[in-house]
């Protein structure tokens, strides 16, 4: 599918260039952590409200009334606003405060999202297509047993579908979901390619989009949408645009929850140690958005910023968090084979410079999973497997991946971890010299019958992975 790779060639073309920067990266996240403090009692002082997101230094800087009565942006957006509330940004930056306010209605509380699984349940599922060979046959050995995944994931451009109806527009959905049970989940990317403003992405197209997730839900499907994912890199036409973004978001969120009532937004930045990744469309001095990206006051967009505050829309306009989580290999160029080591997912999630351990940024597990509540799902994830390369063998790669990922150890540690996407796919590269990548698990059915071993009932002991947690479908 075009958007797929278009999605995924992003983050890898980028790969060369932010491995580089992660070898030089001489930052210090305890220094930028210390000034952060200062700006915060600073900015305290001129008149905001700081939400200090939890230890690791995070400062969130929205500021929230309530007003009661007021008008909405957009005619959607003023069907569900019974009262609105007035946000406003300010950030100082180099010594001056710069202020602007839109006027939003009332957020409906998320605490419990409408999509979550059962009490102590995980769901396990993968990136669909639309090819003739659905991922999904394999994974049920063709209905002859396997598992069958509740949960199947794809990537929607944000534009007019042309469809007479929503139950259409439904219809067209479900073509890519074959094999997913009628009480699943279905797990949709939508990227606003054409940008995020109200001119660009207009109500009509969101309400489109939201009309056919409410047909899916009167169905009996869950969905979960992933909105403009990996925003805060500069590669994308949403991305880098953290006041902009924050808008969209909440304009977003306010149609949709407004429409489909067993829909749920997943908040998904890129979640890696070599932020800011690249200089692309680094906002201008000055600006709004330099003062939400340039927490550490240095003027620069760098290390030791905070990769994720300036693009959180507020606690109640999301329901879970996720992020895009690869495992390429140890050290740059990566053109071989390896299986990450059984720290490697914990410094990932947790803000550690993978190479070293060293505390680099924020852990965003803690901050913006644990702390606020929010479930958080893989929502791209594999592990690099380059059949052209050496090193290890294809079985030891993704075994050592998904047992990393849904043991026990890493269960008890990562408690919100509720879901997982694999990227279900083989594809070439451009980005790795046009090479072929195989990320699937059930296009082998050496390594599929290992991973069937591995999470179903008895299970392996090697693997230490509790089978009861999955959720399956009937
Ligand atoms: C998906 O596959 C079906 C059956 O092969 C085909 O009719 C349909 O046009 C395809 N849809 C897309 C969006 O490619
Ligand atoms: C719907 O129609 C518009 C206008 O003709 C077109 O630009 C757009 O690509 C169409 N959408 C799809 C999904 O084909
Ligand atoms: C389980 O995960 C932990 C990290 O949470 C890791 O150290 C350990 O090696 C993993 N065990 C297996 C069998 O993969
Ligand atoms: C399965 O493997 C074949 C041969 O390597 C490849 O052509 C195909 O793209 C793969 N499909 C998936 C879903 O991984
Ligand atoms: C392996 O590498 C060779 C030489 O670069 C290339 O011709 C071939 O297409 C590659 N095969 C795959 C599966 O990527």
């Known amino acids: 599918m075009r958007d797929q790779r278009r999605d995924f060639e992003a983050p890898t073309s980028r790969s060369y260039k932010h491995l580089r920067e ?14 952060r403090r200062s700006h915060l009692r600073w900015a305290i002082g001129i008149t905001i409200v700081l939400i200090l997101a939890g230890g690791a230094g995070v400062g969130v800087y929205l500021f929230m009334t309530m007003r009661s009565g007021g008008t909405t942006s957009s005619g959607a957006v003023a069907a569900n606003a019974g009262a609105s509330m007035t946000v406003t940004k300010a950030r100082a930056a180099s010594g001056t405060s710069t202020t602007t306010t839109t006027t939003r209605p009332v957020p409906t509380p998320s605490t419990s999202p409408a999509v979550l699984p059962p009490t102590g349940k995980y769901w396990f599922g993968m990136t669909v297509t639309n090819s003739t060979e659905q991922p999904i046959q394999h994974w049920t050995l063709d209905g002859t047993g396997g598992v069958r995944p509740m949960l199947g994931h794809i990537f929607i451009l944000l534009q007019p579908y042309n469809f007479t109806t929503p139950a259409d527009l439904a219809d067209y959905f479900m073509r890519f979901f074959g094999g997913i049970p009628s009480n699943g989940v279905l797990f949709f990317t939508v990227e606003p390619m054409n940008g995020i403003s109200v001119d660009e992405a207009p109500d009509e197209r969101i309400q489109e989009l939201a009309d056919a997730w409410r047909e899916l839900n009167i169905r009996g499907y869950k969905v979960l949408v992933r909105l403009g994912h990996e925003m805060n890199g500069g590669w994308y036409p949403w991305g880098r645009l953290p006041s902009a973004f924050q808008d969209f978001w909440i304009r977003f969120a306010t149609i949709v929850r407004a429409t489909a009532p067993i829909t749920s937004l997943v908040w998904s930045p890129t979640i890696s140690d070599s932020y800011p990744y690249d200089q692309r469309k680094v906002p201008a001095a000055g600006s709004v958005d330099m003062a939400l990206l340039d927490t550490n ?50 410094r990932t999630l947790t803000g550690k410079v993978t190479f070293t351990g060293v505390q680099r940024g924020p852990s965003f597990y803690d901050v913006y999973s644990a702390q606020k509540r929010k479930p958080f799902i893989f929502a791209e994830t594999a592990v690099y497997h380059w059949p052209n390369g050496t090193g290890a063998t294809e079985l030891d790669q993704k075994q050592g991946f998904w047992r990393l990922a849904l043991n026990r150890t890493t269960m008890a540690r990562f408690p919100m971890i509720r879901g997982m996407a694999w990227f279900e796919l083989a594809k070439n590269e451009e980005a790795w010299q046009n090479q072929f990548i195989d990320f699937a698990i059930g296009n082998d059915s050496t390594i599929l019958n290992e991973f069937l071993n591995d999470v179903t009932p008895p299970g392996n002991a090697a693997a230490n992975i509790d089978t009861t947690m999955f959720q399956w479908g009937a």
Do not use: T
């Open 297 to 346: 006051l240095n003027g620069e967009l760098d290390g030791g910023d905070d990769p994720y505050a300036g693009y959180w829309p507020g606690d109640e306009w999301v329901d879970w968090v996720g992020g895009s989580i690869y495992y390429y290999g140890p050290s740059f160029p990566y053109n071989d084979n390896f299986v990450p080591d059984g720290m490697w997912l914990e």
């Open 22 to 35: 992660r070898e030089n990266s001489a930052l210090s996240y305890e220094g930028s952590r210390r000034k």
